[in-house]
């Protein structure tokens, strides 16, 4: 069994930072990609960024430059450093893990930005 924790979300306004985190813990704790994906009302699940065991990332055009994802694989943890947030970066924010075939996914946290 695998349990994948976020925290970090939360209520911040247009211009302000937020860092998810997510940790890892149960029967595997290393995994060979980490990514970050996003969930607005109403809308359909994306990717934000990925980050693979040797530190290639990956991000959505709409995050680049804003957005930085990295892990500490010491610490079975993943990060994502917002930066600039925008109103429509609102969405429940899903930390998923892949090894192999298998891939796992945390319960989610709330980033809303608004004034």
């Known amino acids: 069994q695998v349990q994948l924790v976020e925290s970090g979300g939360g209520l911040v306004q247009p211009g302000g930072s937020l860092r998810l985190s997510c940790a890892a813990s149960g029967s595997r704790t290393f995994f060979t990609i980490y990514a970050w994906y996003r969930q607005p009302p109403g809308k359909q699940r994306d990717l934000v960024a990925r980050?693979?065991?040797?530190?290639?990332?990956n991000y959505a055009d709409s995050v680049k430059g804003r957005f930085t994802i990295s892990r500490d694989n010491a610490k079975n943890t993943v990060y994502l450093q917002m930066n600039s947030l925008k109103p429509e970066d609102t969405a429940v924010y899903y930390c998923?893990?892949?090894?192999?075939?298998?891939?796992?996914w945390g319960q989610g946290t709330q980033v809303t930005v608004s004034s």
């Open positions: 998923n893990a892949a090894f192999g075939p298998n891939t796992y």
């Open positions: 980050i693979t065991s040797g530190g290639t990332t």
